[in-house]
């Protein structure tokens, strides 16, 4: 143990709480009695059938394999593969995302520059910002007239915030002398922008949009639970209407991982752009 | 009489004191600079010297009075200003050589990336810097290195005045003597125009033609210009030697330690002010010889 990294140290932890929980659940859960050891009574009872339960860690690892041998099937409107449905999501996530990113950054730029137009919208943003976005839902919906448009306009408006408040703040609190270099090497109000204030910027503008896009992925289960049709939000759903709990339990992990991946997208967007002063 | 290349005409600041009334930092404060001139301006903190530095890099507009360089008025940054600022101001997600490169394209925007990149590696191989150094990060240099990359980014771009703003002020006495030598070097080859602040009196000595000697605050102004009667070449070591050397560094010490607080506060009633022009020259005077070694006692 003494010869391990740190890095190897905590993996090898890792695994051995994985192990220890699994082994643990797969414990906890009571196995069916077999329909030969019944009593009449039970058996005329119909405590023969199957009865629905948490399932053993063992169920769920073997429906992962099933659903990730075979991600993109089509049976159906009802019966899709999970690639398909983490696709739709991430479809959805990544519009709504985009949209937001094209309004937000250059809004906060401009709110950030500009000192009258921060305590001119200020007031807005404090009221639109702590709005659950699925409370739109219904007015996007009227309005929109239109499920998979709404799902999209939720994800948008819950991910506007963090990135116009951080591009807002970045861009507030570049460094005086690093805009007094552009002022004295005559950059006009464009280059300076793009070549000193952007850059200095980034770092905030990006934690902004890293913290955007764990609300969007957050937020975009519950939207599919309401629109319905595709998506992971209704899949989970969908598994639990048809008390699959055993899907459920699958899906919920990969929103888990898939979740984790988007983040660590942005991860290394940040880092790529961080300076040391 | 011609105008100076550089005239700052009855200049005055006065800030809000926080309680209804103005606070005077100096008052119709006027001195020249001539062309290819080194003038370093001393005096205490609070005197204005920084806001004097930033109204002629246009960073500042002044309550009142004007700037004037080659005739015209300065209003707004520009690139014929060439500033050094104390804290060296790079961009820190740039590399070094891309520092200076940023600098010179926008001096030179019809030049391409190759004469760009040629003529800063050339002005970073003046301030001592090659090879892999141009292309770390200014976060991996020390401060001396860094200061040397603000100094070539101001060379560079052939300003027609150069600021320098304390800019060795954070640096340990080695360094500062390192960097005030390669200063020199490059400044000698290139007549340039140079206004410096400093508090440093010696690190003044070795490096103006004229030191500007200003009053303490409120109601500051420019009240002596001491010419440096040493002549150039100049080395560190080399000036000591020279006997003008402590007559000039008494009379600053002199003045920083005493006049500058019994002349404060006066103010000008209106009329512009010119700094009385000091010249010691111990060369021509016979009796300079017995008084070296009294004014080698004083110390400050």
């Given amino acids: 143990m003494a010869g391990l990294s740190l890095n190897q140290r905590a993996a090898v932890l890792s695994l051995l709480l994985l192990a220890v929980g699994l082994l643990v659940w797969e414990l906890s859960i009571p196995a069916q009695k077999a329909a030969t050891e019944l009593t009449e009574y039970e058996r005329l ?43 739709y999501s991430i479809y959805r996530v990544l519009t709504g995302y ?34 659950s976005p699925l409370a739109w839902m219904p007015l996007a919906l009227f309005i ?17 915030w963090p990135m116009l408040i951080n591009t807002a703040f970045g861009v507030a609190g570049v460094r005086q002398d690093w805009v007094n270099v552009a002022r004295t090497h005559e950059l006009g109000p464009l280059r300076t922008a793009f070549t000193v204030i ?3 910027a980034a770092p905030t503008i990006v934690t902004g949009m890293r913290i955007s896009i764990g609300i969007a992925w957050l937020v975009i289960v519950a939207a599919e639970m309401l629109v319905g049709g595709t998506g992971i939000g209704y899949y989970v759903w969908n598994e639990w209407n048809n008390l699959d709990l055993t899907s459920v339990i699958f899906s919920i992990l990969m929103i888990g991982v898939v979740g984790m991946a988007l983040d660590a997208a942005f991860g290394v967007l940040q880092r790529a752009v961080a300076y040391v002063e | 009489m011609t105008k100076p290349f550089l005239s700052v005409e009855n200049l005055t600041q006065t800030y809000p004191d926080g309680q209804g009334g103005t606070l005077t930092v100096f008052e119709n404060a006027g001195f020249g600079v001539e062309k290819g001139e080194f003038v370093v301006i001393l005096g205490h903190s609070g005197c204005g010297k920084s806001t004097i530095m930033n109204i002629l890099a246009g960073l500042a507009e002044p309550t009142s009075g004007v700037v004037k360089m080659d005739g015209y008025a300065v209003s707004g940054p520009s690139l014929d200003r060439g500033v050094v600022f104390q804290n060296y101001s790079l961009l820190p997600w740039l590399s070094t050589l891309k520092n200076v490169t940023f600098a010179v394209q926008a001096r030179f925007p019809d030049w ?95 490096l103006a033609d004229r030191i500007l000697l200003m009053t303490n605050g409120p109601y500051a102004r420019v009240a002596e210009s001491v010419e440096i009667t040493i002549p150039r070449p100049r080395t560190r070591t080399g ?57 080698r006692a004083v110390n400050h």
């Fill in chain 2, 239 to 295: 000036i000591i030697e020279h006997p003008n050397y402590y007559a000039i560094r008494n009379h600053l010490v002199q003045f920083l330690g005493t006049r500058s607080r019994e002349l404060a506060g006066r103010q000008t009633d209106g009329a512009p002010a010119t700094p009385e022009t000091v010249r010691i020259d111990k060369t021509t005077d016979a009796e300079a010889a017995d008084e070296a070694p009294v004014l």
């Fill in chain 2, 112 to 206: 391409t990336r190759a004469q760009v990149t040629d003529h800063a590696r050339k002005y970073l191989e003046m301030v001592g810097l090659s090879g892999d150094v141009i292309h770390r990060k200014p976060s991996q240099l020390s401060g001396g290195m860094r200061q040397r990359v603000s100094i070539a980014r101001a060379f560079a771009n052939h300003p027609k005045l150069l600021l320098l703003d304390e800019p060795f002020g954070a640096l340990d006495a080695l360094t500062r003597g390192t960097i005030q030598d390669e200063l020199l070097k490059i400044w000698g080859g290139t007549e340039q125009t140079v206004f410096m602040i400093t508090h440093d009196i010696d690190e003044a000595i070795l």
């Fill in chain 1, 144 to 160: 929109i007239q239109d499920s998979e448009a709404s799902a999209i306009f939720v994800i948008f408006i819950c991910s506007i």
């Fill in chain 1, 98 to 131: 985009a949209l937001a990113a094209l309004i937000a950054i250059p809004l906060g730029f401009l709110i950030g520059m500009s000192p009258v137009a921060y305590k001119a919208l200020n007031p807005f943003i404090q009221v639109l910002r702590p709005i």
């Fill in chain 1, 198 to 200: 952007l850059p200095a």
């Fill in chain 1, 45 to 87: 009872m119909g405590l023969g059938q199957e009865r629905a339960g948490v399932p053993p860690p063992s169920q769920v690892m073997a429906k992962a394999w099933e659903q990730l041998s075979d991600p993109f099937y089509d049976a159906g409107p009802n019966d899709k593969g999970i690639g398909i449905q983490i696709g």
